[in-house]
């Protein structure tokens, strides 16, 4: 069983900063894309960032400039760097990873979320 466990999340004021860790662990493969989505009140999922086992990176337009994405494929995790903080940012994240649980079996996996307030 794989478990995709976050940290980092908080109450920060606007302009502040938030870093974000997600580590995968269990019993599989390897992990192929990692990555962030987030949600807020009464709205859909959105990606905020992802990257490739190789570090091929991708943002969602909102947070381009501001956050960045990387990853440490020897311990299977994800960090999330957030800068210039924003209300809007306010949101549960999600911790996503892609999962070869075998060579050829690639299963997405998702973290139990973590609340991020941006607000004075």
């Known amino acids: 069983q794989v478990q995709l466990v976050e940290s980092g999340g908080g109450l920060v004021q606007p302009g502040g900063s938030l870093r974000l860790s997600c580590a995968a662990s269990?019993?599989?493969?390897?992990?192929?894309?990692m990555g962030w989505h987030r949600q807020a009140p009464g709205k859909e999922r959105e990606l905020v960032a992802q990257?490739?086992?190789?570090?091929?990176?991708d943002y969602g337009d909102s947070v381009k400039g501001r956050f960045t994405i990387s990853r440490d494929n020897a311990k299977n995790t994800v960090t999330l760097e957030m800068n210039s903080l924003k209300p809007e940012d306010t949101a549960v994240y999600y911790c996503?990873?892609?999962?070869?649980?075998?060579?050829?079996?690639?299963?997405?996996?998702w973290g139990q979320g973590t609340q991020v307030t941006i607000s004075s």
């Open positions: 269990g019993s599989f493969f390897s992990a192929n894309a």
């Open positions: 990257i490739s086992s190789d570090g091929v990176t």
């Open positions: 996503k990873a892609l999962i070869f649980t075998t060579p050829i079996s690639l299963t997405p996996y």
